[in-house]
């Protein structure tokens, strides 16, 4: 059974930090594609930011270029959002998802695997 489990969501003040954290079980990690994705009340899923399975290589939504890491660890089989310099607009439930396919994807269908995501509230 194929399990994404986030955590470190949190109440933040604008300008402040949060680490969130995704830990997997029930998949290769080292196969998969690792990700996020947020959705604010009444928009759609947004894709955030996503790694690769080999090399590492990151992707980034433009809204978070220079203020979020993506990052992985494949002994721990968790992945990582590193989010600094937070805005009141970053407030949403972020999820963490997992892909299989040859290319980093960042419409939601491509992923295979969803976590139940967790809470990001900023205040202003």
């Known amino acids: 059974q194929v399990q994404l489990v986030e955590s470190g969501g949190g109440l933040v003040q604008a300008g402040g930090s949060l680490r969130l954290s995704c830990a997997a079980s029930?998949?290769?990690?080292?196969?998969?594609?690792m990700g996020w994705f947020r959705q604010a009340p009444g928009k759609e899923r947004d894709f955030v930011a996503a790694?690769?399975?080999?090399?590492?290589?990151?992707k980034y939504a433009d809204f978070v270029k220079g203020r979020f890491t993506i990052s992985r660890d494949s002994a721990k089989n968790t992945v990582y959002l590193q989010m600094n310099s937070l805005k009141p607009e970053d407030t949403a439930v972020y999820y963490c998802?997992?892909?299989?396919?040859?290319?980093?994807?960042?419409?939601?269908?491509?992923?295979?695997?969803w976590g139940q995501g967790t809470q990001v509230t900023v205040s202003s």
């Open positions: 998802v997992a892909d299989r396919s040859m290319m980093v994807p960042t419409i939601p269908r491509e992923y295979d695997y």
């Open positions: 029930g998949i290769t990690f080292s196969s998969y594609n």
């Open positions: 790694i690769s399975r080999n090399f590492g290589i990151t």
